[in-house]
């Protein structure tokens, strides 16, 4: 067998580790978070609306349309929402992946332009977030295509480089890309300016207005697409951003938190990149680094809950691969006469092996995990339906599937479906909730608590809601479900209104 035959086996063996027995093992990790899209999604089955409960004024706690779309199609059709939005994160993976490899291709050979995209791969965030419900890995995807659509537009094709006139077809692809990412993400339109706004600048001086005539067309098809959409919702929701956005995006509590975050997984990309940067014989470059700072811009004060392992970062980073692996290209051209394809490849993988990896105990918790905590949510979903009548008012923080299979009307504590907090958005809104709570008594407020390695995690209205219950005379505790071990735990506390 021949080095060719040996090389293809060994990727495609490879591939499918990182494809497919990677999901197999993850599958059943699902965040609580996707459960909150479908809450709107079911009443907008039902007819009722895009509404968190349906019989109070609209609020856009969620921030994917497209999976509330297609999660209000699919409970139409009898379908499980959660089965068909896990898998759309899967084939969103799938896409993203092409779409890293297809932006590799504009520098590098087939061969070793599937470097980027193992490296891609191998990082946990990105398994991780592909599984859980969430729109991340479509989101990615489309991004991917739209860099790669508007790149061709601009003349580049795939290696060897031949730079060719601008072609508009491309470029209307690239605004369709936009489009469908604006419906997915609130923060897609930014791209949209991004993207154009470079592609102007990497133009030709003599070629810059058929660039302009083919972005504009571009920009057209994206307004005729989105702006119905945007004033709609705004005139719906009768606000700008989405609610999450307000309670997640601005907490001056967490200044650079999510950025720090990022720099500690993507710094040594950084630094490649740079070496990509110099002396670089066109702006290609342009649009791979500059999202990775516009997200540090976005996120500096974002909340980090429902963020970890990267997750609102990797549609910037899946960007920043290619320009790092040709970083390392230049710098292996420099000692030798020619790329030395098995340097790259163990340099690349090896070298930075800093990209935090799935482990088999990784595996084990993000099998195992969700679904006890889908069995605790079930017991207090059993304890509610004997014990509450229908559209009591319940006070909850952890608003996911608990709020999703009860017919309950829920005031969520952790601001995100709670319109009357976006009112004021300060430091100080939790607390106000807190004491608007213990005036208006509702009938049943619900706390919910993760207690790890002797440290306690709350939302910061639970935690002053928890020390002013135990003087209150108004509420008496009626249930602690929890689950875990010694190690961490994750607990509900029903308080319920002394008749």
């Not at 297609?70 to 068909?84: F, H, S």
């Not at 990497?202 to 004033?231: E, H």
Request: charged share 15%.
């Amino acid at each position: 067998m021949n080095r060719k035959n040996l090389a293809l086996i060994f990727f495609a063996l490879l591939f499918f580790y990182l494809l497919v027995i990677q999901i197999k093992a993850i599958w059943f990790f699902t965040i609580d978070d996707m459960f909150i899209p479908l809450r709107y999604a079911r009443h907008w089955a039902e007819g009722q609306g895009l509404l968190w409960n349906s019989h109070e004024p609209p609020v856009e706690g969620y921030s994917n349309f497209s999976f509330v779309v297609i999660a209000a199609g699919a409970i139409k059709l009898g379908l499980n929402p959660v089965i068909i939005l896990k898998l759309l994160g899967v084939v969103g993976l799938y896409f993203a992946a092409y779409g890293v490899f297809l932006l590799s291709r504009l520098w590098f050979n087939a061969a070793i332009a599937c470097l980027p995209v193992i490296a891609l791969l191998i990082y946990k965030g990105q398994i991780i977030w592909s599984v859980s419900g969430l729109e991340t890995t479509v989101y990615q995807a489309l991004l991917a295509l739209a860099l790669y659509f508007l790149l061709r537009g601009q003349g580049y094709r795939p290696f060897p480089q031949v730079k060719e006139p601008p072609q508009h077809l491309w470029t209307l692809f690239s605004a369709l890309c936009l489009a469908f990412a604006s419906f997915t993400r609130p923060e897609g339109p930014f791209f949209l300016l991004l993207f154009f706004g470079l592609a102007l600048v990497d133009c030709d001086k003599l070629q810059r207005l058929k660039v302009f005539y083919g972005l504009f067309k571009a920009t057209l098809l994206f307004s005729v697409l989105y702006v119905p959409y945007f004033l709609w919702r705004w005139y719906y929701f009768g606000s700008i951003f989405p609610n999450s956005v307000l309670c997640k995006g601005f907490s001056a509590n967490t200044l650079f938190f999510l950025d720090g975050m990022y720099l500690r997984l993507a710094w040594p990309f950084m630094i490649l990149a740079l070496v990509a940067v110099i002396n670089a014989k066109d702006r290609r470059h342009w649009f791979f680094w500059t999202p990775s700072f516009l997200y540090m811009i976005l996120l500096a004060k974002a909340d980090p809950l429902v963020a970890f392992d990267n997750r609102l970062f990797l549609p910037a980073f899946q960007f920043l691969l290619p320009l790092a692996l040709l970083g390392l290209s230049r710098v292996s051209a420099y000692f030798w006469e020619r790329d030395n394809i098995v340097l790259i490849f163990f340099v690349f993988l090896i070298g930075f092996f800093c990209l935090p990896a799935m482990t088999p105990a990784e595996y084990r918790f993000f099998s195992n995990n969700p679904q006890a905590g889908i069995r605790l949510r079930q017991n207090v979903l059993a304890w509610l339906a004997a014990n509450v009548p229908n559209k009591s008012h319940v006070v909850l923080a952890d608003s996911g599937m608990i709020p999703y299979l009860s017919n309950l009307d829920f005031i969520d504590s952790a601001c995100i479906n709670n319109r009357q907090m976006t009112e004021q958005v300060d430091s100080t809104m939790y607390l106000r909730f807190c004491d608007q709570m213990l005036k208006e008594k509702p009938e049943l407020i619900i706390l919910s608590v993760l207690l790890e390695n002797r440290h306690t995690f709350s939302t910061p209205a639970d935690a002053c809601l928890t020390t002013k219950l135990r003087d209150s005379g108004d509420y008496k505790l009626k249930a602690i479900f929890e689950t875990g071990d010694q190690h961490s735990t994750y607990r509900y506390s029903v308080y319920r209104k002394v008749p």
